[in-house]
């Protein structure tokens, strides 16, 4: 039986795919345009996930108007499908590393410069160009691992992972166990840990506020970090105005266990989860509002409404 979204996700498979057979012929500013074209076709004329994005911007930001919100929404949608395509041309065959790194800018690198010779837990998420940050990353020489969800389309899922590693990047998806992982850590490694995707109870996931609305959160990034004794580095990206993807990598944070190992791992994993949604309220339209993020229909944490605080707007 065809599913309704594979009626949607089957034609947009066959066009990434003309996409990347081209993409060794584009350069980077025509991958952008192209991908843009392709967002804002996906906002006017796609219904898929357009609703999940619409819903949860007017959630997270109450004072916005249903203009400004669909304008933002198409502008996600714009920005995610130019991340896919610009993705495709920094991994097409022949692509150099001085190309690739002159579209990506790191700040803050030296902070990773400092936590090497340990290793270190790179606190992730779906800002920006994450997947293009990820391969700047190891054309600078880090030893990176990234652990990955896999995504629920079967064929673009092995396009996508594909590319990734057609681009030297390694990917332990999520069916990969602890041992496994254990193994990608250590002096002059770095793994990369998505933390911003939902996690229920029976994955590991805690409830913790994210964009002031309560949200299941994977703990795996504090976990692992409190078990190997090893620092986190917040990563997030953006796009600048020029087209260049700005990668933001944070100074190291030590894992602290004053209390409990658990009190350790919820203070971290609620602190990842905080210094995100300041990120993502500065840069709206650098986030992947796709997800179904929340546990139902996002609502204000707890601690918002007893502190009478409302979701930040901007």
């Not at 003309?18 to 952008?32: K, R």
């Not at 840990?193 to 299941?216: E, K, N, Y």
């Not at 989860?273 to 993020?293: A, K, Y």
Request: charge should be positive; glycine fraction near 8%; hydrophobic fraction near 40%.
């Amino acid at each position: 039986m065809v599913k309704p979204a594979d009626l949607v996700l089957g034609p947009a498979f066959a066009g990434l795919g003309a996409i990347g057979a081209l993409s060794s012929e584009m350069d980077h500013d025509q991958a952008t345009a192209c991908g843009r074209l392709l967002g804002r076709i996906w906002y006017h004329a796609l219904p898929l996930r357009r609703s999940t994005v619409e819903k949860a911007l007017s959630t997270v930001f109450p004072r916005r108007s249903p203009h400004d919100i669909r304008h933002l929404t198409c502008r996600i949608l714009m920005n995610t499908a130019a991340n896919v395509t610009t993705f495709l041309w920094a991994t097409a065959p022949g692509r150099t590393a001085e190309e690739i790194l002159r579209v990506v800018r790191f700040e803050g690198f030296s902070n990773w410069l400092d936590v090497r010779h340990r290793g270190a837990i790179l606190a992730c998420s779906h800002t920006g160009n994450w997947d293009l940050a990820a391969l700047a990353a190891k054309v600078r020489g880090v030893r990176l691992a990234v652990l990955s969800r896999n995504l629920s389309h079967g064929p673009t899922d092995r396009m996508w992972n594909r590319s990734r590693r057609a681009g030297g990047l390694r990917i332990l998806d999520g069916s990969t166990d602890l041992a496994t992982v254990a193994e990608h850590l250590g002096p002059g490694r770095a793994l990369a840990v998505m933390t911003d995707q939902r996690t229920g109870p029976g994955q590991g996931g805690i409830l913790v506020p994210f964009l002031s609305c309560p949200a299941w959160t994977s703990t795996l990034c504090a976990a692992l970090a409190l078990r190997h004794h090893l620092p986190v580095l917040e990563v997030t990206a953006r796009t600048g105005k020029g087209g260049e993807v700005i990668v933001e990598v944070s100074p190291a944070m030590e894992p602290r266990q004053d209390g409990s190992a658990f009190e350790a791992i919820r203070a971290m994993t609620a602190r990842l989860s905080s210094d995100l949604s300041t990120f993502i309220l500065r840069h709206p339209d650098s986030w992947l509002w796709l997800h179904r993020r929340w546990a139902d229909e996002p609502r204000p944490s707890e601690n918002s409404r007893r502190t009478g605080a409302k979701p930040h707007d901007h």
